[in-house]
């Protein structure tokens, strides 16, 4: 590629760019949605004077147990989402794709939104799951089949920016809708957002490789003009990029990509496991996705607000939100760094520095060292948001071929919540077998949190090649 305008985005491609990505603002939004809300939600706070408005009552009475599981089935439906989504890519495009996770974020946030009762609350939950499940897996795949090479990986950074920009609008419409009467507008207005990009659906093109695959050549053109301003060789990429962009593959495949290679037959999860030539990508995705989870970081923001309110208890409330906003400001580092510093190296540099937290929050909760312990929680959330939370979703298109892409990134986005519903049912417990009743190695935890990241880390270095 040549021309100027195969380097960037027309206008439309950006607008194109992102309404993709509210499927993984959608994920960041519902991640964080009960979290200012669960007060109200189950009664703990409640408005005596008014027990219904507009016919539906201001909280549902619920234990933490039965709170739990309402929460826990937005994993649970992600699990089942990812799990089923390179069937529903490869099957209704990437376009149809995210229509189909609109619907269902646009319908489990109603229910939700309008229940009376827990059954539906676990319903609205689920689909809400199922729908970011799916979401996440396609997310960084039409990100990366519409981008131009020279901004792919930049471009591919931008699906974590999303979730993060969704945890961070939740937490902060808490603090104005976390009422009696208010907190349903948090999940309604999800509903809306969904039921906006849904309709304007239309106006989206398909991806160039999609329509590619599936011989639709003229199709795939009048996309790519749209996208890029002008009309480009069906392969996108020259033999030196796609080199540097396909380092696991094998080098009869790293030439340009003809037109017959590209239409393969889309493989099936099963298929992927079967076939040896796969299984150096499909290995790399998983020890990526296992690194990421195995961190910790859930767990952390999970029960974060218990050891940050030791040090600042006139502002618990509030520490939800700061965690949030410097986890943003930390995540657009990688945009401009992934394509010069690489993206084993940036997550090396990561990992180095999650490690080094860790220590710091071990050390800091056995010593009784709040300050340290909270200042450490923080750098951890920032080390995590440069490298371990997005490089793993920009390299699942990279280190797949184009035919395998939607079944290798189904397995890796599976684990992915699997791994995260394991750390966030275990942590709690593991903490206090770990501490054996002494609340001054409660610490110790965390230095098996290091250990852990820093042997899947170092799986994950011998796999790839980037």
Same mark, same amino acid.
């Given at each position: 590629m040549t021309s100027e305008g195969a380097h960037t985005f027309t206008k439309y491609g950006w607008l194109v760019c992102l309404w993709v990505l509210t499927v993984s603002f959608q994920y960041g939004y *519902?991640?964080?949605?009960?979290?200012?809300l669960q007060a109200v939600l189950t009664c703990k706070i409640a408005d005596a004077t008014t027990p219904?408005?507009?016919?539906?009552?201001?909280?549902?009475p619920m234990s933490d147990a039965t709170f739990s599981v309402v929460t826990s089935m937005y994993t649970m439906g992600g699990f089942f989402g990812s799990l089923s989504a390179n069937i529903v890519m490869d099957r209704y495009g990437r376009k149809g794709a995210s229509r189909l996770s609109a619907v269902l974020t646009a319908v489990g946030s109603a229910v939700f939104g309008l229940s009376s009762s827990v059954g539906p609350l676990i319903l609205g939950r689920f689909? $809400?799951?199922?729908?970011?499940?799916?979401?996440?897996?396609?997310?960084?795949?039409?990100l990366s089949e519409i981008a131009p090479v020279k901004i792919k990986g930049n471009l591919g950074v931008l699906t974590q920016l999303a979730i993060v920009i969704g945890i961070m609008v939740t937490q902060g419409m808490g603090f104005g809708l976390a009422t009696p009467r208010q907190w349903r507008f948090v999940l309604l207005i999800s509903s809306g957002i969904?039921?906006?990009q849904y309709f304007s659906s239309p106006f989206v093109v398909e991806s160039p490789s999609y329509l590619n695959r599936k011989g639709l050549v003229d199709q795939e053109k009048l996309a790519i003009h749209r996208?890029?301003?002008?009309? *480009?060789?069906?392969?996108?990429i020259d033999p030196e990029e796609q080199d540097s962009e396909e380092p696991l593959l094998p080098d009869s495949d790293s030439a340009t990509e003809s037109p017959s290679a590209v239409r393969q037959p889309a493989m099936t999860i099963p298929?992927?496991?079967?076939?040896?030539?796969?299984?150096r990508p499909l290995l790399t995705i998983i020890a990526a996705m296992t690194s990421q989870q195995i961190s910790g970081i859930n767990a952390v923001l999970y029960y974060s607000n218990d050891i940050l309110s030791k040090s600042l208890p006139e502002l618990a409330s509030y520490v939800?939100?700061?965690?949030?906003? $410097?986890n943003f400001f930390m995540t657009f580092p990688p945009i401009f760094l992934i394509e010069r510093v690489g993206r084993k190296q940036l997550i090396q540099l990561s990992v180095a520095a999650a490690l080094l937290s860790h220590l710091a929050v071990g050390y800091g909760l056995n010593s009784g060292l709040v300050t340290l312990s909270s200042i450490a929680i923080t750098t951890f959330v920032m080390s995590f948001a440069f490298g371990l939370g997005p490089i793993p979703f920009v390299i699942i298109p990279e280190v797949a071929p184009p035919h395998a892409v939607s079944a290798i990134s189904s397995v890796g986005l599976s684990l992915n919540w699997s791994s995260n519903f394991v750390v966030g049912l275990i942590f709690l417990p593991l903490r206090n077998f770990l501490a054996n009743g002494d609340p001054m190695k409660e610490g110790r935890i965390f230095y098996l949190f290091a250990v852990a990241l820093f042997c899947s880390t170092l799986w994950f270095s011998k796999l790839y090649r980037g």
């Open positions: *519902h991640t964080s949605a009960l979290n200012q219904m408005y507009y016919g539906l009552p201001t909280c549902i689909l $809400v799951g199922l729908a970011a499940g799916l979401g996440i897996c396609l997310c960084p795949i039409y969904s039921i906006f996208l890029w301003g002008e009309i *480009h060789d069906a392969s996108r298929q992927v496991f079967a076939s040896t030539e796969l299984r939800s939100l700061v965690i949030t906003i $410097v």
